[in-house]
């Protein structure tokens, strides 16, 4: 291996690491928040890729359809109970968001040559349309039973999780996508050519850091997040409900994870099941951090991406073994640094 | 008869007429359940009753069915090796060795971590094996191994699914009953104790890291057996049935049947199969597509189960069979367990010298000293907030004092982890209860008994610990009828009233044997005769030998049965002595009354 080698090697595993920082960063808020670890993660990065790629090639993305059943469900659990409550206008808040807006949604995209209109128009539909699936799988499946061990919302997670890959393959098929670059510049510096993607890539996730940084800082919401991670039930006697907190993690999650998706398209070719591969580099990474620590885990997650980039020049074929069994020296250290007994929930 | 027995009868004599009513493709059905219900029973024992949840299973099953598939088909072994590739049956025991040398080492890894952190590095070593399984080329990479020889035996060759059938669920219901026997154990209870009682079962003297990594390296050994004979019955090996997204499939098994009933495992196994053959043949022509949908049924079906019966099918099924659980017997000719011999009347049994305990800037304790003797009651009192906790925690071990020191029967407490505390012959209740609330009173009493009995996994499994476990359950019996529960024996321990439960403790405490017991509030939420029997058992005791510490509010009742007060306030001692002397204390009053200015 040469240095200009190296140097490729460690572009491809900073930008793929970039990613799994995003991805890593939502699975730690969402743990924190609401003790669910968010397995299907890496179905909405497939989604948002996907539903990206379809809307460029002229068919009306199938996921919007997905939002419509969502989006009714929620309304009939959600509107009913408010009406029999007497609360008609938040009935109607209700129906507005989860049936009305889903539907105008798709009208306008059977309507309108979204395959014409312009990347960032088609990037930001892309995002209205997967993004809003993130709290209104919180309502359907999570806020039943939001005090349920953390083991019952992590099975949960992983049946949601191959439910999603099933829909995946129905709405998008087994072809691979790949979609054009965000734009076709290109520099060198030295032997290294740089992609305006990896700039892109890089631009976003230091941009969204900096942006969720001054969020969980700065602002009401971020620190009533701040504050359930932290103490749920003192934040809940403080006026913090649980159910906004989980839906506004759950948002946040789904718009890093589809954001994340419409980022590595133009790099990587994503098929229906991708996401669960690229979600779970994010989780080696979270784990790192001990799904606690957002800094630890973000550095994890540039581990990640490296060794995963040199693993594939020098073993390709072993690539995903050596990843997946990183994990393991990373347990062992936590092991050897744990020592009381724990009681389960 | 017992029903019970004519039921399992009627269900046995069914199996073994199924290959001569039944076509090959409902034979076929059938022994993919029984194998799937195998692995299902690992994670029975590992998820639903002992709480640790595992995606990995299928990875288990491969390990099983590629250790044979290799040995038995490798032309060229190297002579050491040559001979286990002899016979199906010589590689099923090589690869149950693996097994356990590969489920130890993972389970030294993740088993110590909290529990999430299992579930994910089993889906990471999950999909590790099975890239492993796909690209090494000596196991034939993606295409897989063919060829496999079929298992003979006593000279009859099992290749068609009629025959192979009995194997798998002989296989199957052997693996049954020996869950159900080490269920129903010495180990068992403390296996049950795992999900939500491992403070508890410490303290009674259970290594809960070891029974952790007994169901895990069970649930292995099952999935193992359970891959050999798929191996075996199919002829031939590739990586895709061993992949995670199955080891979730074997998962969901479990939970749809009843994660905590052992025949949950056949019922979930049953249901997921024929769910899935129909799935397969019904959806693709419904949308229009070919490809694996029946995996949208099958989360979202999860889902529901996990939203409106988290126990599964089998409690639902179960109602419908007219069986009812038998409660156990106890044989009073049991010969009673050993006895430690306690100390003399008077001898110094416990003895905190200068124990101080900083939090931070916080003095929680600061240099208390108090001792207790054999044959004495010993009350530590004090207004909220005086640090009696803290103090217990020290006394008991849990924690470590900044300085000073306590000593048990002359031997320091620091550095001692529960279970040795627990040996040394000190017992304890907590102030919040710690039971486990769905087993009877009887079992929850029983766990007491640990450190006095010796039977282990193999001896439970194979029933061959029946008169020990009769000692130990007689000797429940004797403390539950001692502390005045009998009548609720078989009952629940959940549905004790709270006063109740905090007797139940003591008895689980007393099984222990010990010679120093610490009592945290034992009287709080207790009625007035039930604090006069109480205290007559205390008294009993304290006649007996027994040293006694008790941390209490009631007042009255502390008056009128300990020997002496130790008073705490703002984490130091502020008076000591008899009960009367105490009352009269000027330091007393005010720390109770508030100071008369």
């Known amino acids: 291996m040469d240095m200009s080698i190296a140097l490729i090697l460690s572009q491809d595993g900073i930008t793929n690491g970039a990613i799994y920082a995003l991805l890593a960063l939502a699975l730690v808020l969402v743990f924190a928040v609401t003790r669910v670890i968010f397995i299907q993660q890496g179905e909405f990065v497939a989604y948002g890729a996907l539903t990206l790629a379809m809307m460029q090639s002229g068919a009306l993305p199938a996921t919007v359809w997905m939002l419509v059943v969502m989006g009714a469900l929620v309304t009939a659990l959600d509107g009913v109970r408010a009406l029999k409550a007497g609360q008609g206008r938040r009935a109607v808040g209700v129906a507005g968001w989860n049936l009305a807006y889903p539907l105008a949604l798709a009208a306008a995209l059977g309507a309108l040559p979204v395959n014409e209109a312009p990347l960032a128009l088609q990037v930001l539909l892309t995002l209205a349309i997967v993004v809003p699936m993130g709290p209104m799988m919180y309502r359907l499946m999570y806020q039943p039973i939001a005090s349920a061990p953390v083991l019952v919302l992590l099975i949960v997670s992983v049946a949601l999780h191959i439910a999603m890959v099933g829909l995946g393959l129905l709405f998008f098929g087994a072809e691979g996508q790949r979609t054009p670059a965000f734009s076709e510049f290109s520099f060198e510096i030295g032997p290294l050519m740089v992609s305006a993607q990896t700039l892109w890539v890089l631009l976003v996730s230091a941009l969204l850091i900096v942006a969720l940084y001054q969020f969980f800082g700065r602002t009401l919401y971020g620190k009533a997040l701040r504050a359930t991670a932290i103490n749920r039930m003192g934040a809940q006697l403080m006026g913090i409900s649980p159910t906004l907190a989980g839906r506004l993690t759950f948002f946040l999650a789904a718009f890093i994870g589809a954001l994340s998706g419409v980022l590595i398209a133009p790099i990587t070719t994503i098929y229906y099941d991708t996401g669960f591969l690229i979600g779970l580099k994010g989780f080696v990474a979270a784990i790192i951090g001990g799904l606690a620590s957002y800094p630890l885990a973000a550095l994890g997650a540039l581990a990640v991406g490296l060794l995963e980039a040199f693993a594939s020049f020098w073993a390709s074929a072993y690539k995903e073994v050596i990843v997946f069994t990183l994990i393991i020296p990373v347990l062992l250290w936590r092991s050897l640094t744990s020592h009381h007994v724990e009681e389960e929930e | 008869m017992r029903t019970d027995r004519i039921v399992l009868g009627a269900f046995l004599a069914l199996l073994l007429l199924v290959p001569a009513i039944l076509s090959p493709y409902y034979v076929t059905l059938l022994n993919y359940i029984g194998l799937y219900a195998m692995v299902a ?282 069986v009812r659980a038998r409660n156990k017997t106890i044989d009073p000719d049991a010969e009673a367990l050993p006895r430690r011999t306690l100390p003399k009347a008077g001898e110094l049994i416990l003895e905190a010298r200068d124990v101080t305990r900083k939090f931070g800037g916080l003095v929680a304790n600061n240099n208390m000293s108090l001792e207790v003797r054999a044959g004495e009651i010993l009350a530590l009192i004090g207004p909220n907030g005086a640090g009696k906790s803290t103090m217990f925690n020290q006394i008991s071990g849990v924690d470590t004092p900044t300085s000073g020191e306590v000593r048990f029967l002359g031997k320091p407490v620091a550095g001692h982890d529960s279970r040795e505390i627990a040996r040394m012959g000190m017992s304890r209740t907590f102030q919040h209860v710690k039971l486990l609330p769905t087993m009877s009173v009887l079992e929850n009493v029983a766990i007491g008994a640990h450190l006095r009995s010796t039977q282990g996994v193999l001896s439970s499994a194979w029933r061959l610990d029946r008169a020990e476990e009769a000692r130990i359950l007689k000797e429940a019996a004797r403390q539950i009828e001692r502390v005045g529960l009998a009548e609720h024996m078989y009952e629940e321990a959940g549905n004790l009233a709270l006063g109740q439960q905090r007797i139940l403790e003591i008895a689980r405490a007393l099984c222990a044997d010990p010679c120093l017991l610490l009592l945290d509030e034992p009287a709080a939420g207790l009625r007035f005769k039930e604090k006069e029997a109480l205290g007559e058992l205390l008294r009993k005791l304290r006649a007996e030998g027994m040293a006694t510490l008790i941390v209490e509010h009631d007042m009255d009742f502390v008056m009128s049965l300990v020997d002496r007060v130790v008073v705490m306030e703002f984490g130091q001692k502020i008076a000591e002595g008899l009960p009367d002397e105490v009352q009269q204390n000027p330091a007393v009053l005010e720390a109770y009354l508030g100071g008369v200015e």
């Not at chain 2, 952190?117 to 796909?134: N, V």
């Not at chain 2, 799935?279 to 889902?303: K, R, Y």
Request: proline share 4%; with cysteine.
């Open chain 2, 41 to 322: 029973l690992g994670l029975v024992l590992l998820t639903g009753v002992g709480g640790l949840t595992s995606f990995g299973q299928a990875a288990f099953v491969g390990l099983g069915a590629y250790t044979t598939a290799a040995l038995t088909t490798a032309p060229d072994l190297p002579g050491w090796l040559a001979w286990v590739g002899a016979s199906p049956w010589l590689t099923l025991v090589a690869g149950l060795i693996l097994t356990a040398i590969v489920a130890l080492l993972i389970g030294s890894l993740t088993l110590k971590l909290s529990g999430h952190f299992l579930p994910l590095g089993t889906i990471a070593w999950g999909i590790s094996l099975y890239f492993l399984f796909g690209t090494m080329q000596d196991l034939g990479g993606h295409t897989g191994i063919s060829g496999i020889p079929a298992i003979g035996l006593l000279g009859w060759t099992l290749d068609e699914g009629g025959e192979i059938y009995y194997l798998i669920w002989a296989f199957l219901l052997v693996a049954m009953l020996t869950t159900h026997n080490l269920l129903d154990s010495r180990e068992g209870r403390a296996i049950r104790a795992l999900k939500g009682g491992r403070v508890m079962a410490e303290a009674m003297g259970v290594d809960t890291s070891r029974s952790r990594m007994v169901i895990f390296v069970i649930a292995a050994l099952l999935a193992c057996a359970s891959g050999w004979l798929y191996a075996h019955m199919q002829r031939f090996v590739n990586p895709t049935p061993f992949g995670v997204h199955i080891g979730i499939e074997y998962l969901f098994m479990a939970v749809v049947g009843g994660a905590g009933y052992v025949w949950g495992a056949i019922v979930g196994a049953g249901v997921i199969t024929v769910l899935k053959q129909w799935l397969q043949d019904w959806l693709p022509s419904l949308l229009g597509a070919t490809g694996n949908f029946e995996t949208i049924v099958f989360g979202l079906l999860m889902v529901l189960v996990l939203h409106r019966a988290r126990e599964g099918l089998w409690p639902i099924l179960k109602k419908l069979v007219p």
